[in-house]
T-cell receptor, first 116, second 108 residues
Framework: DAGVTQSPTHLIKTRGQQVTLRCSPK?????VSWYQQALGQGPQFIFQ???????QRGNFPDRFSGHQFPNYSSELNVNALLLGDSALYLC???????????????FGSGTRLTVV | RKEVEQDPGPFNVPEGATVAFNCTYS??????FFWYRQDCRKEPKLLMS?????NEDGRFTAQLNRASQYISLLIRDSKLSDSATYLC?????????WGAGTKLIIKP
């Protein structure tokens, strides 16, 4: 049973560029949440997708956008990259909207983005 | 004030010692609490949930004090493999709210 899969694992981008990160949820899960973890910090919630809609959003600018597809996979897009966007981007999937770690909230291994 | 606060450490502890971490949270309405472990450059992994009655899992004990809004984690008989960053997490309605983590280094 495949867990949460994220791609790519690493990438380097230049300031001002755009990037797309991908996440395939664990089999049977329908909700995807994205987090940004800067070096030395805890993860920060970006947004959550359920039924192909953005349901909740954290304190991130509109440069951060996403999408969820009918197969529940998701993309995170970041436009006009800044040096401060360098971070580990984590995707978590769950069975139902608002599920907690007690009920199968599962993280992928993340995408490490470096902006130069 | 941050929603979840932890001492960043690092805690340098000899193998076999007992070490305790504390974490405070600001939202008194929070219902669910967790400790995660994160190894260097890896994703965080759930270590244990935290209940008001306290819970134990082998060498690890977690406690919740709702009145004082703090959460603790105790590690007994520490092993070299316990070296990691320990993150305190509060369930915040559709999202997890994380502390910045406490780095633990176990020395032989």
């Amino acid at each position: 049973d495949a867990g949460v899969t994220q791609s790519p694992t690493h990438l380097i981008k230049t300031r001002g560029q755009q990037v797309t990160l991908r996440c395939s949820p664990k089999s049977g899960h329908d909700t995807v949440s994205w987090y940004q973890q800067a070096l030395g910090q805890g993860p920060q919630f970006i947004f959550q997708y359920y039924e192909e809609e953005e349901r909740q959003r954290g304190n991130f600018p509109d440069r951060f956008s996403g999408h969820q597809f009918p197969n529940y996979s998701s993309e995170l897009n970041v436009n006009a990259l800044l040096l401060g966007d360098s971070a580990l981007y984590l995707c978590a999937s769950s069975l139902v909207e608002g599920a907690t770690p007690n009920y199968g909230y599962t993280f992928g291994s993340g995408t490490r983005l470096t902006v130069v | 004030r941050k929603e979840v606060e932890q001492d960043p450490g690092p805690f340098n502890v000899p193998e076999g010692a007992t070490v305790a971490f504390n974490c405070t949270y600001s939202n008194s309405a929070s219902q669910s609490f967790f400790w995660y472990r994160q190894d260097c450059r890896k994703e965080p992994k759930l270590l244990m949930s935290v209940y008001s009655s306290g819970n134990e899992d082998g060498r690890f004990t977690a406690q919740l004090n709702r009145a004082s809004q703090y959460i603790s984690l105790l590690i007994r008989d520490s092993k070299l493999s316990d070296s990691a960053t320990y993150l305190c997490v509060v369930d915040g309605n559709y999202q997890l709210i994380w502390g910045a983590g406490t780095k633990l280094i176990i020395k032989p």
